[in-house]
C-alpha cells in the first residue's frame, strides 16, 4: 500500500528542512531557481519552509549570511505571488571545526526552539571527539529541541545507535522521498525501520533542486501528498 504523507502541521504545513536560498551551499544555485522550488514546495501543500542551510567545513553559513538572503528571496517571492512563508535556520553538521563555534556565536532555531542536527552522512570519524548523544543532551538541557536529520541516510549507523540518539531526546526528521528509494534500497529499508519504531516526529523535503522536485512531483501526480 502507498503511504499517504501528511505535513507537520494542519494549520500552516511546513517544510522543515529544504536548501531554497540561492547560492549559500549545494543548494539552489540562482534566484531563478529558488522561485522555481518555492513554488513547487507550494504545490505539494506546505505554506512555510525553514531555510536551512548548510554549516560545515565547506559552507560556513551563519546566521548574519542567512538571515539576509532569507529576507531577500522572501521579498522576491512575495513579489512574484508565491504563498511561501520563510524562516531562516541553519542545519548544523556536528563536527569540530564548526560546531563549537557555532554554538558560541548562538544558534538559530525554528518552530520556537528547534534546532536542526546532522551527522556525516559516511564517515563518523568526521565527528572526532564529539558525542552527538551528548551533544543532544546538551541541547536539551539549554533549553532546545534537537531535530536530526535525516538518519536513514546514515548507512553506518547501528540500531543500537538510532536507539542511543531517540533515548538522548532528539526528534527524528525524515526526507520525503527516503521511503520510495529516491537516496537508494538501504536508507529506504532503514526508513521502514524508523517509522515502524515511531522515532520520526518531522517530515522534510531537503530540497536542493530540481532534481528532487522532479522525484516529489511523482508522489504529488501518486496522491501521495497532502
Not at 33 to 47: D, Q
Not at 78 to 95: F, M, N
Request: hydrophobic residues 35%; proline residues 6%.
Amino acid at each position: 500500500m502507498k503511504r499517504k504523507y501528511f505535513l507537520n502541521s494542519a494549520d500552516t504545513p511546513f517544510d522543515c528542512h529544504c536548501h531554497i536560498l540561492p547560492g549559500l551551499d549545494d543548494g539552489s544555485t540562482s534566484l531563478e531557481e529558488s522561485l522555481y522550488l518555492a513554488g513547487r514546495l507550494v504545490a505539494y501543500g506546505f505554506r512555510r519552509a525553514v531555510c536551512t542551510s548548510h554549516s560545515t567545513s565547506k559552507y560556513r553559513n551563519s546566521p548574519e549570511t542567512v538571515i539576509p538572503a532569507c529576507e531577500r528571496l522572501q521579498e522576491a517571492l512575495d513579489k512574484e505571488g508565491i504563498p511561501l512563508e520563510l524562516v531562516p535556520s541553519l542545519e548544523y553538521r556536528l563536527i569540530p571545526e564548526t560546531w563549537p563555534e557555532q554554538k558560541h556565536m548562538g544558534l538559530l532555531p525554528w518552530e520556537g526552539n528547534h534546532i536542526l542536527i546532522e551527522l556525516p552522512l559516511y564517515h563518523p570519524e568526521k565527528m572526532g571527539d564529539i558525542d552527538p548523544a551528548n551533544e543532544i543532551r546538551s541541547l536539551i538541557a539549554e533549553g532546545y529541541q534537537p531535530v536530526l536529520a535525516h538518519p536513514e541516510r546514515y548507512l553506518w549507523a547501528s540500531r543500537e545507535e538510532y536507539d542511543r540518539l531517540h533515548e538522548a531526546g532528539a526528534v527524528f526528521q525524515q526526507n520525503l522521498g527516503s521511503q520510495e528509494g529516491f537516496y537508494g534500497q538501504e536508507s529506504a529499508i532503514r526508513t521502514e525501520s524508523l517509522l515502524r519504531l515511531g522515532y520520526y516526529g518531522f517530515l522534510g523535503t531537503d530540497t536542493h533542486s530540481r532534481q528532487y522536485t522532479a522525484f516529489f512531483d511523482k508522489l504529488l501526480e501518486e496522491g501521495q501528498l497532502g
